[in-house]
């Protein structure tokens, strides 16, 4: 009778020590997210704001005719923020083509894009905001710009230096996002 008990505890404890490999799933690497704090940006620019310090300003190497246009480098999550200015008016161009431009530039991105939010607000400092959120596999995520429509038109855009699948990258796009609406909210054209 104890042998047939044993026999099935033999038969379990060999069939039990079987090792079976199974995949495990994609993992993705844990971002650690400093704190939200910003300064005030130096020099000689024809608008004041505040930018976050986990970036760093940098000259726009794309266009050095343009001295107001900068890039804010968050160099530890391989991202930029491009900030283009122009100046409206006699000397500039003319509102209706600067705001223009900057929609085709958002809509450029319907191609690869599941949705674009687009949103409209005044800042603290009485001048309008337009906000596009882009949401699927798109080069930028997050796009706006602030006016005052009679004489100075700021365009920012968030891009990444990887080509990496947007979810995995969403906890730092929200993160830039507030640096982002922080900046907007800063705004302060210079005359």
């Not at 391989?78 to 409206?88: D, M, N, P, Q, R």
């Not at 209706?96 to 949705?115: C, M, N, P, R, V």
């Not at 004489?151 to 730092?172: C, E, I, Q, W």
Request: proline share 5%; aromatic share 12%; glycine share 6%.
């Amino acid at each position: 009778m104890k042998k047939l008990l044993a026999l099935p505890l033999v038969i379990l404890g060999l069939t039990a020590c079987e090792n079976t490999w199974l995949p495990k799933p994609t993992g993705y690497n844990k971002i650690d997210l400093p704190p939200h704090s910003f300064e005030s940006l130096d020099g000689d620019y024809p608008y004041e704001l505040d930018y976050a310090q986990a970036s760093q300003v940098e000259a726009d190497s794309f266009n050095l005719a343009e001295k107001a246009w900068i890039n804010l480098n968050y160099k530890d999550f391989g991202a930029k923020v491009h900030l283009t200015y122009k100046k409206i008016g006699p000397e500039g161009a003319d509102f209706e083509s600067l705001s223009s431009d900057a929609f085709k530039l958002t809509a450029k991105h319907q191609i690869k894009a599941y949705g674009i939010e687009e949103g409209i607000l005044v800042t603290p400092n009485g001048y309008t905001a337009v906000v596009a959120e882009l949401s699927g596999e798109v080069p930028t995520q997050f796009q706006f710009f602030v006016t005052d429509s009679t004489r100075h038109f700021l365009r920012g855009a968030l891009y990444f230096n990887t080509a990496m699948k947007n979810d995995s990258l969403a906890p730092v796009i929200e993160y830039i996002k507030i640096d982002m609406t922080h900046l907007m909210n800063s705004v302060k054209f210079v005359d």
